[in-house]
């Protein structure tokens, strides 16, 4: 079995933890079956995090399950921008952590929805890094796929990158993103990491 924890960003802690680090530190998951903890990773930065200090909590967090006896696992928010994603997979290998990661990918969905959800998560949503998805900002009606995104991580993914897979939010529904990933896994095979999907 395994969690992903996840703080968000409240101004102040609904409970009686300030982070996701204490609730690792109480044994409660070890305890009770847990083999894997999630936690997130941040590929285009955190707008109250510094870069320096979310490596620093990772590397805590890694350690920490780690030494619990349990596998740890990154889980990325969304994003459009490939080349954000390869950058920040081949420095998190060059700081020797070496944890699993799940690539988050927006599932196809009508892209005024899609927009939405990149302003909700502070989620860099540049003209030229959505022409590169496949969305133009003159017209913005109708659907977007993450084709490009994934032919993108396809091509530029190397063994500096480390164990990658993708993680879809499906954020256009769930039988659309389905049906994408189906679709997608037929005509590509094995030529991408696993799919997941929460």
Known sequence: ??????????PQPEGPFSDTLQM?????????????????????GHPAVSAPQLWDWMERKIEEITGRGMAPLVVT?????SDAFLSWLAEMRQRDIDAPVHIGMPGPGGIKRLLRYAK????????SVLKNYGISLTNLIGPAGPDKLVDALR????PEHG????HFYPFGGLKP??????????????ALPRYDMT
Do not use: Y
């Not at 909700?120 to 003209?127: K, L, Q």
């Not at 164990?163 to 993708?166: A, D, K, Q």
């Not at 997608?184 to 094995?190: E, F, P, S, T, Y």
């Open 155 to 158: 091509t530029g993914m190397g």
């Open 120 to 127: 909700f998560c502070g989620v860099g949503a540049s003209a």
């Open 177 to 190: 993103t389905v049906e994408w990933i189906n679709q997608h896994a037929a005509k590509h095979g094995d």
């Open 24 to 44: 690792t530190r109480t044994g409660i998951f070890e305890d009770n079956g847990i083999t894997a903890i999630g936690i997130a990773g941040h590929p285009e």
């Open 163 to 166: 164990r990658v897979r993708l």
């Open 1 to 10: 079995m395994r969690v992903f924890l996840v703080a968000g960003d409240p």
């Open 77 to 81: 928010q969304f994003g459009f921008d």
